[in-house]
């Protein structure tokens, strides 16, 4: 029985870049171990040819909005009914994982209450999250023997951490998640409520920067409707909308612990952190950034995200 499941609702492969970074990741999560099980979710045009190459199971039922953007529920509620692992994880699916991400897991389901030492008995509910590496990639990775230590020397030598805002990984016990509203994967907000309602669930939410090295292969937009990103499009402001609004989008920094030297500890103070603290409580109720209160969030929003490029 597997202890981890590692899945992913990939975009399309046509765009060659995009097949080349998406490629990578797959091979990144099947060298996890055998005790991490991996699925794709989805009918993207070759992910079926992908899945078969990499030897992959493809979840292929996956429910779809108006636009004919996979929902994210759906994604997540065929990962649970398909997978045997009390642990699971999604990833984007440009993201190259490396081992820790298994150690990672162990330690904090070893730290929580309900934990038994058994992979059949997930413990009480959490989520971690944590900061990427971003890394130019644009040819296949050579993954015989020693590809994380060269993939690691690689990202310390050309790779710069991400500023602590959107998220690329979700850990979480199976029982976790189990409802949300129907997002669509690929536009923004639905990471950042994943965040808020484990927080207002009162699950620890684990910024793992200090313990992993998850690593984002860089890419443009140019797989989506007119070439924007994301948070520009009509579907990630209703995925926005129907998350609560602007109030619930939280992110990396607001997570109230770290997993650091394989310990659960609260989360280390940095200006940063007090920042965003302050912005969120600042920040209307219906989150609507207007008046006095309107004009202050943004201040401190321009403040956090110019100090988070600097850091």
């Known amino acids: 029985m597997a202890f981890l499941t590692v899945f992913s609702a990939p975009k399309s ?14 091979q990144s999560w099947r060298r996890l171990g055998p005790e991490v099980e991996v699925f794709l979710v989805g009918q993207e045009t070759g992910m079926a040819e992908a899945a078969a190459e990499y030897g992959v199971p493809l979840l292929a039922d996956v429910k779809r909005n108006e636009a004919g953007t996979p929902l994210v529920s759906s994604i997540f509620d065929l990962a649970r009914q398909a997978s045997s692992s009390p642990y699971l994880v999604y990833v984007n699916g440009d993201i190259l994982l490396l081992p820790d991400i298994v150690q990672a897991t162990r330690q904090i389901a070893a730290a929580m209450p309900g934990w038994k030492g058994s992979a059949t008995d997930p413990c009480s509910p959490f989520l971690l999250i944590g900061q990427r590496w971003d890394l130019g990639v644009d040819q296949l990775l050579d993954f015989s023997t020693g590809w994380e230590e060269r993939l690691q020397s690689m990202v310390r030598t050309q790779g710069q951490l991400h500023a602590p805002a959107g998220s690329d990984y979700f850990v979480f016990p199976r ?9 669509a994967i690929g536009r923004a907000g639905w990471d950042n409520w994943m965040i808020f309602y484990a927080l207002q669930q009162s699950w620890p939410v684990i910024d793992g920067t200090p313990s992993l090295m998850v690593i984002h292969q860089s890419h443009d937009y140019s797989h989506l409707p007119g070439g924007r990103p994301h948070y520009d499009l009509a579907e990630s402001q209703h995925n926005q909308q129907i998350g609560g609004g602007l109030k619930h989008m939280y992110m990396v920094l607001d997570a109230d612990c770290q997993l650091i030297d394989g310990q659960i500890k609260q989360a280390r103070f940095t200006w940063l952190r007090l920042i965003r603290h302050i912005e969120r409580k600042l920040m209307p109720e219906n989150g609507e950034l207007r008046g006095l209160r309107g004009a202050l969030t943004r201040r401190l929003r321009k403040l956090r995200r110019k100090l988070g490029r600097e850091a």
């Open 175 to 183: 029982q976790a998640f189990s409802a949300m509203p129907d997002f």
């Open 13 to 26: 492969f046509t765009n060659p870049h995009i097949n080349t970074i998406q490629c990578n990741a797959i």
